[in-house]
């Protein structure tokens, strides 16, 4: 009763911005399925292709990744844990504002198998609390892969933007953050 507690008021606390969910046409881009999406809306289903979902009341950061993962994470201050998550988690792509001179995007630039900044700005799909509003991103995207897989798929979508595989020079990289 605890933890849910605790979740409902997460639930009020989280900012409504982070309703905005990823549009079918990426998913129909990569041609991939996915085993699990950690981050999904409780109160709306999402186009994510992915058999086992988490909401904020699983709490994602908390609970088991398994396979692989669909990841566009809640923006914010939090961030950095979900990449960072991504990051040791090894399999999967994430999907996330490019901003490439924060620590954790550098991370995942030097970590990734392979990346694509997408070019213009997605139209995010808006949850219940958006569905007023027009998608304004902020920023825009930059898609990482983890693994051969996923690397490959998202290959196909090179099309979309500037792709890049990783030259894995993490050691290097790390060191100017
Ligand atoms: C940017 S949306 C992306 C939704 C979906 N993954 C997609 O690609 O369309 C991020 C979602 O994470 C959910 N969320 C926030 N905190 C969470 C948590 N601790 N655990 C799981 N989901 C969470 C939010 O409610 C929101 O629906």
Redesign the pocket.
């Known amino acids: 009763m605890d933890g849910f507690f605790t979740n409902t008021e997460?639930v009020k606390n989280?900012h409504k911005s982070?309703?905005?969910?990823?549009p079918a046409w990426v998913f129909e881009a990569l041609g991939l399925e996915f085993d699990l999406?950690?981050?999904?809306?409780?109160d709306m289903e999402?186009v994510?292709p992915a058999s086992k979902k988490?909401?904020?009341f699983?709490?994602?950061?908390k609970k088991p990744w398994f396979g692989r993962v669909?990841?566009?994470?809640?923006?914010g201050k939090d961030t950095p844990m979900w990449i960072r998550r991504m990051i040791d988690h090894g399999e999967g792509i994430a999907?996330v504002f490019s901003r490439t001179d924060a620590a954790w995007c550098q991370e995942a630039m030097t970590a990734c198998t392979s990346m694509l900044f997408v070019a213009g700005r997605i139209n995010f799909?808006p949850?219940r609390e958006n569905q007023h509003k027009k998608s304004r991103s902020g920023a825009g995207t930059v898609m990482f892969a983890f693994g051969e897989a996923c690397a490959g798929a998202l290959k196909k979508m090179s099309d979309r933007g500037v792709y890049l595989e990783c030259d894995r020079q993490s050691e290097k990289l790390h060191s100017l953050i």
Request: aromatic share 16%.
């Open positions: 997460a989280t982070v309703e905005w969910y990823t999406d950690p981050s999904s809306p409780h999402t994510v988490y909401t904020i699983d709490d994602g950061l669909w990841l566009n994470p809640p923006y999907l799909v949850g």
